[in-house]
């Protein structure tokens, strides 16, 4: 099952600052915290990941808490093209196989309002 | 990151007849995998797709209704069998991205509509 709480849906209004939250309250020290999104009608794309340091690229920050128990991504202007369900994961045990899995919850539903 | 095609976008199909969905990726590629996702639902790992061995399937999910190939490093495919209007659902082909954190790409998904 999934190791993170997210709020089901969140708006925000075009150009401002979008901040998706999430707990992971019994993540574990070598688990990563990564975060994806899926628009609609697309197959999920990733955004970005972070084990304590926060971390920042081209489409996102990424906010983890000192305790690592929460984190909050970032989108620093957002666009209506951001209007996405944005899943926040934590490896959550191995595949069959024996790799990591990740597994994905219900996310938070993003609206971006013009 | 790896490009990744699937065939066929989206299909209507009769209850009882099975349908296989292709994945191919420009790159070669150790891990890929196949998830499932209902309608309204959130994504569920089907299997692992391994290179010139069976495939690794999740528990809930069984060879027999879901046989993958994967003949090389770089394409494999996911067969559907038997549908029933249950198996109305989104199916997405994914592959690793190097070999350190688990990030993952995702094809765009085939849509399966059974009636």
């Known amino acids: 099952d999934a190791k993170t709480t997210q709020p089901p849906s969140m708006d925000c209004a075009e150009g401002r600052a979008a901040n998706l939250p999430c707990n992971h309250s019994?993540?574990?020290?070598?688990?990563?915290v990564y975060w994806y999104r899926q628009i609609h009608s697309q197959g999920p794309q990733y955004i970005i990941h972070g084990l304590k340091n926060n971390e920042t690229n081209e489409m996102a920050s990424l906010i983890i808490t000192e305790d690592r128990k929460s984190s909050t991504l970032i989108l620093p202007h957002a666009t209506l093209r951001d209007t996405a369900v944005y899943y926040c994961?934590?490896?959550?045990?191995?595949?069959?196989?024996?790799?990591?899995?990740?597994?994905f919850g219900k996310g938070t539903k993003l609206t971006v309002n013009p | 990151s790896a490009v990744i095609s699937q065939k066929p976008s989206r299909d209507i199909c009769q209850r009882g007849t099975s349908l296989t969905i292709q994945c191919q990726v420009d790159?070669?590629?150790?891990?890929m995998f196949w998830y499932r996702q209902q309608p309204g639902q959130s994504l569920t790992l089907i299997a692992t797709a391994n290179q010139g061995s069976e495939a690794t399937y999740e528990s809930g999910f069984v060879i027999d209704k879901f046989p993958i190939s994967r003949p090389n490093l770089t394409f494999s495919t996911l067969t559907v069998s038997n549908m029933s209007p249950e198996d109305s659902s989104i199916y997405l082909c994914?592959?690793?991205?190097?070999?350190?954190?688990?990030?993952?790409?995702f094809g765009a998904g085939s849509r399966l509509t059974v009636l």
């Open positions: 994961i934590v490896r959550s045990g191995k595949t069959q196989g024996g790799s990591e899995k990740l597994v």
């Open positions: 019994t993540i574990s020290g070598n688990e990563y």
């Open positions: 790159s070669q590629v150790t891990m």
């Open positions: 994914s592959v690793k991205r190097g070999s350190g954190a688990n990030v993952l790409t």
